[in-house]
């Protein structure tokens, strides 16, 4: 008989130089041995709920899931102008956005119950931003995925330096990411001879795995939740790492 499955949970603070981070970490300590290492990166307003509970999502299907923090102990921007122009300031400054994610990944690797050999990033809006941005920053991992991130390049992929391979889960009618852009990133991974796969979801729009944004919350047209769109990929993404972890 298994054991009873027990999700532990516990922030854990790391720094990043002089900047001190506030991550999340989940696991099931029933699993016995090393677990698969999943990064999972926070969309735009940090660590927070939503990616916690992603977070737990993942422990629960056997993996040691991280939530690194990209902006700092204690930084927790509100939604609409604050968060993005914090998102702002990594976007435009792709080295630290990649210190920072690195940062990240080094503590993930630090964790006693985890698999060194076997580890992956996920992210979220802003994060999946961040987690595309640790693949070129030319990461020895199995693979990264981007849920309705951001795509654009501004220090494109190397030719035949990408480690990881690389999955995108895109909302075919993001606003925030529009067809130039996903053309640019293909164009892109063609280019660096990249292991790569862009999935579309019709009608999709930004933020589509996240089921806060509904009613109130919900900007139609803009940014929404789409339960398809939501459990396809989350599907998919259990598939990949099936793929990469075996």
């Known amino acids: 008989m298994n054991a009873e499955a027990k999700i532990v949970t516990k922030t854990v603070e790391y720094k990043d130089k002089d900047a001190v981070l506030e991550g999340f970490v989940a696991y099931d300590d029933a699993k016995k041995g090393k677990l698969p290492g999943v990064l999972v990166v926070h ?53 630290l956005m990649r210190e920072r994610v690195l940062a990240g990944l080094d503590e993930l690797k630090k964790q006693v119950k985890v698999d060194p050999t076997r580890l992956a990033a996920i992210g979220y809006c802003f994060g999946g931003t961040v987690a595309l941005e640790l693949a070129r920053a030319g990461a020895d991992i199995k693979g990264v995925m981007s849920f309705h991130g951001g795509l654009s390049a501004p220090i494109p992929a190397e030719k035949n330096k990408l480690k990881a391979k690389i999955v995108v889960f895109h909302g075919a009618e993001d606003p925030a990411v529009p067809p130039d852009e996903v053309k640019a990133f293909e164009e892109e991974m063609r280019n660096a001879k ?53």
């Open 43 to 95: 969309e735009w307003t940090g660590v927070g709920d939503y990616v916690k509970e992603r977070c737990q999502q993942l422990a629960k299907l056997g993996y040691l899931a991280f939530a690194p923090d990209i902006y700092g102990k204690g930084i927790r921007p509100q939604p609409g102008k604050e968060a993005g122009e914090l998102a702002g300031k990594y976007k435009s400054d792709r080295p």
């Open 194 to 246: 990249a292991d790569w796969a862009l999935t579309k979801y019709a009608n999709a729009v930004h933020a589509f795995t996240n089921p806060h944004m509904t009613g109130d919350r919900a900007r139609p047209g803009q940014a929404e939740y789409n339960k398809d769109a939501d459990q396809r990929s989350w599907a998919s993404m259990q598939d990949f790492f099936r793929e990469w972890f075996r």
